[in-house]
């Protein structure tokens, strides 16, 4: 299928890229249906990008490329059923997102709140978390 974007212009995306999050993203609970897409930085970094909307994309990355020594605990009650039944949290693809300061020239990593996606099920959820502070601040040239 093609998708439109506004950041990216059209798409193509298969469907078995597709990621579904059945309650939303916090603050986005209406949009369900999302696609990773590469980002010009390189590999690290990916824009989750909402197919119900072309203007909703959110910078993502696993936690661990900027933060290696980070330990993220998830409730069981925030992951889906079929994740709860079973699977080990080393089967999970684990996303923190990301956002610019540009006033600070700060990265800021969400660790209060990650994206954990089920690559079999193709399911996802935001899982809050019980981390001490919501983001952790990073130099912006670490990007």
């Not at 986005?28 to 990773?36: D, N, T």
């Amino acid at each position: 299928m093609e998708v439109a974007t506004t950041r990216f212009g059209t798409v193509a995306v298969n469907e078995e890229q597709v990621w579904t999050f059945p309650q939303g993203l916090v603050g986005f609970e209406h949009l369900k249906r999302y696609v990773l897409l590469d980002s010009r930085k390189g590999a690290s970094l990916q824009w989750l990008q909402a197919l119900e909307d072309p203007s909703v994309a959110f910078l993502v990355c696993e936690p661990r490329v900027f933060l290696p020594s980070i330990e993220i605990r998830l409730p069981e009650e925030s992951l889906p059923l079929e994740t709860a039944r079973g699977r080990r949290i080393e089967d999970l693809l684990i996303l923190a997102l990301l956002y610019v300061d540009r006033a600070e020239g700060k990265l800021k990593v969400n660790v209060q709140a990650p994206l954990v996606l089920d690559p079999v099920s193709r399911k996802g959820v935001q899982a809050v978390t019980d981390a001490a502070a919501p983001t952790v601040s990073l130099p912006l040239q670490r990007i």
